[in-house]
């Protein structure tokens, strides 16, 4: 097909004037999690055709996400939202989750990686096991989605018959990794979130040239402080660590306002948009970019989250 008739084809989504993703098949990880939940309820507002919303097991906080399907399928009836419970360190669980995919819908257009282990506070508290478990929720999700996730997205499709059903007549996807802006600073909780999230960030920017020709991006989302609703009246610091950002609330309100340009504290659904934007036609010639959404706090300086 000629460039310049695929790229002003109806059917080619990514170019869509209004941003919309009908058609689109997407897998979001993490979404039980705030800000994985905030992404699954953007792409769906955006309009995709089917989110696989994947818990990290079977009875893991079931509550949260039929509570999440439920809401989403009378806001958005005509995007069916999958609770699919996928390992994302796991190698064949990932192959798995994309021939589930491949087989019900012929296509992937979007994958959202949004994991996160924060670990131990400090570098005497570290051991090379909570290393390597960092690595292996932070960085090896993002690695699988880079390897796996273009072959799938390459494939093209016709139109199908089930709600936002729209032909698929040209290569293309967008894989968004979620991370932190510990991937580029120093000092965000602890060691091991660092150098994990780095690697993280790594994924991402090798990840340009390897997707050369095929019609996939790849970019970043790195957040900063977000209150993703952690009450540290009621954690205790193992609780904490499991998490995938630093509670806000280890910041006094003062400190805040001194350190963020925006004076507060970021919402999950304001990463969700950003996550929509980069899914969307609206970043069409954004890749190998990484987005902060911190509020302007790495500017004024680098982010440090006190323990």
């Given at each position: 097909?000629?460039?310049?008739?695929?790229?002003?084809?109806?059917?080619?989504?990514?170019?869509?004037?209004?941003?919309?993703?009908?058609?689109?098949?997407?897998?979001?990880?993490?979404?039980?999690?705030?800000?994985?939940?905030?992404?699954?309820?953007?792409?769906?507002?955006?309009?995709?055709?089917?989110?696989?919303?994947?818990?990290?097991?079977?009875?893991?906080?079931?509550?949260?996400?039929?509570?999440?399907?439920?809401?989403?399928?009378?806001?958005?009836?005509?995007?069916?939202?999958?609770?699919?419970?996928?390992?994302?360190?796991?190698?064949?669980?990932t192959l798995v989750l994309i021939d589930d995919v491949l087989n019900a819908w012929g296509r992937l257009d979007i994958w959202v990686s949004s994991t996160g282990l924060l670990g131990p506070p400090s570098i005497t508290s570290t051991s090379p096991r909570d290393l390597t478990a960092a690595f292996e929720t932070n960085a090896m999700p993002a690695f699988f989605a880079l390897k796996y996730a273009p072959a799938a997205m390459q494939k093209t499709t016709p139109k199908g018959n089930y709600a936002n059903a729209a032909p698929k007549d040209v290569a293309y996807g967008s894989i968004i990794i979620v991370s932190s802006v510990a991937g580029t600073y120093g000092g965000c909780w602890g060691p091991a979130f660092t150098m994990a999230t780095h690697a993280a960030l790594g994924v991402v920017r090798s990840g340009v040239a390897v997707l050369k020709g095929t019609g996939v991006r790849i970019n970043a989302i790195t957040a900063g402080q977000i209150d993703v609703g952690v009450d540290l009246k009621g954690a205790g610091m193992k609780e904490m660590e499991q998490g995938q950002f630093p509670p806000s609330r280890l910041q006094s309100e003062e400190v805040v306002k001194r350190v963020v340009g925006l004076e507060r504290a970021g919402r999950p659904g304001e990463v969700g948009k950003v996550a929509g934007f980069l899914a969307s036609g609206f970043s069409s010639y954004i890749t190998g970019a990484e987005i902060r959404v911190d509020g302007g706090a790495s500017v004024m300086n680098p982010l440090t989250v006190p323990v």
């Open positions: 097909m000629d460039p310049s008739t695929s790229t002003s084809s109806e059917h080619f989504s990514p170019y869509r004037a209004d941003g919309k993703l009908y058609g689109f098949v997407c897998v979001v990880t993490g979404a039980t999690q705030p800000v994985g939940q905030a992404i699954v309820s953007e792409l769906a507002a955006h309009g995709a055709a089917c989110i696989y919303a994947c818990t990290t097991s079977p009875d893991s906080d079931s509550s949260a996400i039929d509570a999440l399907t439920t809401s989403l399928t009378t806001s958005y009836p005509n995007t069916k939202v999958i609770s699919y419970p996928y390992n994302t360190t796991s190698e064949e669980a």
